[in-house]
């Protein structure tokens, strides 16, 4: 295991979350590869989507359905600022993540987080392990209760 599936490993533990971080053959980059590797629906996977506040520079994680698209101009009245897609070398340099590997936990800095209540129609969700490859499976509720999400 690399440095970013070695800590989201440790932030499951801690949060007493029985999980293997499985890698697979395939990438998992986009929903629909994930949902293919891990032999689920596309919804039940968890895309971790990372923008930046335009006037804050606040990161701002989304954990969205792998069904579903966002609504950038909602979440600019939710948060009161326009969102921007985050730089890739903030973003690894803030969370330790690179972009198509980014978990919803284990960030180096905490990012406010909102996750999609879609999520919560699953028994188990799939998500990112902190590398392109690497994914780990959790109840969507646990996910919210660790990543301290705000439901949209």
């Known amino acids: 295991m690399g440095k970013s599936t070695t800590r989201v490993q440790a932030a499951l533990e801690a949060a ?19 949902a293919r590797a891990c032999d689920c629906n596309v919804a039940q996977i968890v895309k971790s989507l990372i923008f930046t506040g335009s006037k804050s520079g606040k990161l701002l994680l ?3 359905s792998g069904a579903h698209q966002v609504d950038l101009a909602a979440f600019a009245e939710e948060t009161g600022e326009p969102l921007l897609r985050a730089d ?14 980014v978990a919803p936990v284990g960030h180096l800095e905490a990012p406010a987080t909102y996750m999609d ?30 990543t301290g999400a705000a439901l949209f």
């Not at 919560?120 to 990112?128: C, F, P, Q, S, T």
């Not at 490859?133 to 646990?142: C, G, L, T």
Request: charged share 25%.
């Open 88 to 101: 890739p070398k903030d973003v690894r340099a803030r969370t330790g993540f690179a972009i198509g590997g």
């Open 62 to 64: 989304l954990l969205v």
């Open 16 to 34: 007493g979350v029985e999980t293997q971080i499985l890698h697979l053959p395939a990438s998992t980059r986009t929903a629909d590869d994930a």
């Open 117 to 146: 209540r879609s999520l919560l129609d699953y028994d188990m969700v799939w998500a990112a392990a902190g590398a392109p490859n690497a994914v780990f499976q959790i109840k969507p509720d646990k996910l919210a209760d660790m």
